[in-house]
């Protein structure tokens, strides 16, 4: 099972975001776990790079629109969760 995390770079964060960072940590972690999981269910043979974005797709949808716009995960934790998902299909 893929256990997607997210973790918010403190440098990256204005003092809001930082006050926020644990819940917002946690909400994000929980969107692209759900998103994950979707993909991996629905998943047919398509190559990493479109699970890699159809799990974003899924993860901005399950967000609030703002959080969604500016949400921008690390790419390459993005592809390594990717990856996992069309190893274990």
Do not use: C, N, W
Request: no cysteine.
């Amino acid at each position: 099972m893929i256990e997607p995390h997210v973790t918010l770079d403190p440098d990256k964060l204005g003092p809001v975001e930082e006050k926020l960072r644990g819940p917002l940590e946690q909400q994000l972690t929980s969107a692209m776990k759900a998103a994950t999981e979707k993909v991996s269910h629905d998943y047919a043979g398509e190559p990493v790079d479109q699970v890699a974005e159809e799990i974003l797709d899924e993860t901005k949808a399950g967000l609030h629109h703002d959080i969604a716009e500016a949400f921008v995960p690390d790419q390459r934790e993005l592809h390594r969760v990717a990856e996992a998902v069309v190893r274990e299909a």
